[in-house]
Structures are given as C-alpha cells and as structure tokens.
C-alpha cells in the first residue's frame, strides 16, 4: 500500500508552489501577499476545480495564471470563518478490466483545526546555509469552505527550502480527509498495452527526427546482433499526424520472435539512401531491449518507411526501410 505521502504528490498534482503566507517571506519579495479571493457558492470539483491536478503549465509568482482562470490564492481573510476544506486532485489507478486509468478525485474534510493552525504559521526565511533535498513537492488544489459553502484558495507557508511546511504536509495527509467523488478521465495504459509490456502511447521519433533534416548519404549502419527485443506498434491519430511530436495510441506488441528478430535486425543495417519523403506515418513501430541494454529503434511501417536507431550514448542515425521490414514488424 502507499504511503500518505506518496499519494499527495502522485494524486494531487497541478499547482505550483504559490506565494509565502502574511509573516515572512523571501528576501525581495513582497512584505504581505493579497487575501485569498473568497467565491460564491462551492458546487463540486468537477465545476469549480475542472482541471486541477492536470500536468500543464502551472503558475509562479514571476508567471501568474491567466486572468479569471482560477481564483486569486493568498491569505485567509480574518472575517472569512472556515468549517471545512476541499481537496481535488488526480490519480493513476488499477482500471476495472486491467491497465491503469487516470480518476480524479474529490475529499473532504470537516475537522479542520490542525489544518487552519498549520495555515496560520509562518513561512521561513529562504536562503542562507540550509541544507534542502532535491525532491520536488508538488501542493494540492487546497479550498477551504465557510457555513454559507462561500470558498477560498489559501496559500500554503512554506520551510527554509521554499517547500511546504511539515506542518501543513501532515495536516494534508491525515485521517480526516473522506474521498466523495471519483470520475475517470482517461485511459492511461489498456490491458492489452500492460500485457505486451508496452506504454499506452509513445511518440514517432523517426519523424520528429526527421522533419527537420534534409535528406543525406546512408548513415552508419547498425549492428546485425542484438539480445531479445520487444515490439510495440502504434497507430498516430489522423489530427496530429505531421505534427511537432506526433503521439501513438498502442495496437499491438510482445517479445519479438528470434526469426523475425534476425530478419529486422539485418534490414536495420542497410546502407540505402534516405529518400526525400515527407508523408507523416499512420504507423510506426518501437523496438527495445528486454534487459534495457542498447539502442531504442524506431520504424515507421507506412509513410516514408524510414527508421531511427538512437543508442543511449548518442549518435542516432536515421535509415531507410521498406515493404519488407515493415512485413516483419507485423501483429505477433
């Protein structure tokens, strides 16, 4: 089972660490930030907090969200009286027919004394010599609730390391907190991906690679010998094929057979000319050692049936395939 903790920075993630409470702040900041923005009526996570926890582009003091995209964070404002507190937030969870599928939740909470207490201290002064680990912790999307279900978004004090306080951590992951509301967002790995040992999605890095290259001499060729490889094939939607990183939803994959291996592996060494193509793949196929030792090798099985060999000391050279290796890079 996981941690407490654990589940705070894997679940609730989608806010920056926003500014120091009203006491003490780091040096050159500002003496006292503004008071919380205090919103009528609070619904649910789902209407008022849509995309809390999302991965995105999160604001800072120095990049401040845009305006009306979230209510103003600050202080806690003496004539607002909390009963309860509110957290959203996501997490990756076992799906009900295998794989893993992201759900956002909604908790509660109503004993909120350690919390408010933990709140209302100040935040430390940053800088001098204090020894900081390097972990990043990432706060939840906090609301706290008054009688009339008016809400406001506090700002959370912080240590000598600029993370939140311990003191606000504990109160976060304490036992008071009930779970009210899960809706699933996205599928993030199917059965059948987990089953074949390959992500859920995966970008064509042939033509990431490629776009911006102009077509060359052979480049080097690979070498013929490899241990045991695994096979994941993706198929890129129709609306970002030719993009900057075009990103596939997996097909099919398993441990690639040793004959079919050894037939890749010569047509991965050949010498051809890359032609002068720019028609993005509808397919592509990954190829990557089973120990994780050696090179990542990509094949675009439709398209410009070019492929990318990327060994993990660098050099990544690209190549030209054809009909046949696509062939072998079939379903298993």
């Not at 930030?33 to 999302?54: F, H, L, M, N, Y």
């Not at 907190?177 to 890095?205: F, K, L, P």
């Amino acid at each position: 089972m996981r941690s407490s903790r654990t589940v705070l920075a894997v679940a609730l993630l989608g806010m920056a660490l926003v500014a120091c409470n009203d006491t003490v702040t780091t040096p050159g900041g500002p003496a006292k930030p503004d008071p919380a923005q205090i919103v009528e009526s609070w619904t649910s996570c789902a209407k008022d907090a849509p995309r809390a926890g999302e991965m995105i582009s999160v604001p800072s003091p120095e990049t401040p969200a845009p305006a009306g995209s979230d209510p103003r964070i600050g202080y806690i404002d003496p004539a607002f009286t909390p009963v309860a507190a509110v957290i959203c937030g996501r997490e990756i969870r076992p799906g009900p027919d295998g794989g893993q599928e992201q759900v956002a939740t909604e908790r509660h909470a109503k004993e909120i004394t350690s919390l408010l207490a933990a709140l209302r201290l100040p935040s430390q002064q940053t800088g001098g010599n204090v020894a900081c680990t390097l972990d990043m912790i990432v706060p939840p999307w906090l609301a706290l609730v008054d009688e009339q279900t008016r809400w406001l978004r506090p700002s959370l004090p912080t240590d000598s390391c600029g993370k939140p306080r311990a003191e606000v951590l504990a109160a976060l992951t304490g036992p008071q907190w009930t779970t009210v509301d899960t809706r699933t967002i996205r599928q993030v790995g199917s059965a059948a991906a987990e089953a074949a040992g390959c992500a859920q999605q995966w970008t064509d890095m042939v033509w990431v690679e490629a776009r911006d290259r102009r077509p060359g001499p052979p480049g080097q060729a690979a070498a013929p010998a490899a241990g045991p490889l695994r096979l994941c094939v993706y198929e890129v939607p129709e609306s970002i094929q030719g993009g900057d990183k075009p990103a596939g939803d997996f097909v099919y994959g398993g441990p690639l057979p040793a004959d079919r291996q050894a037939g890749v592996l010569r047509a991965l060494s050949n010498r051809r000319a890359v032609v002068d193509c720019a028609t993005p793949a509808t397919r592509f196929a990954v190829l990557r050692p089973l120990d994780g030792t050696g090179p990542d090798r990509y094949v675009e099985l439709d398209g410009c049936l070019r492929f990318l060999v990327n060994p993990p000391t660098g050099g990544a050279h690209i190549g030209q395939g054809d009909d046949t290796l696509a062939a072998l890079l079939g379903p298993l």
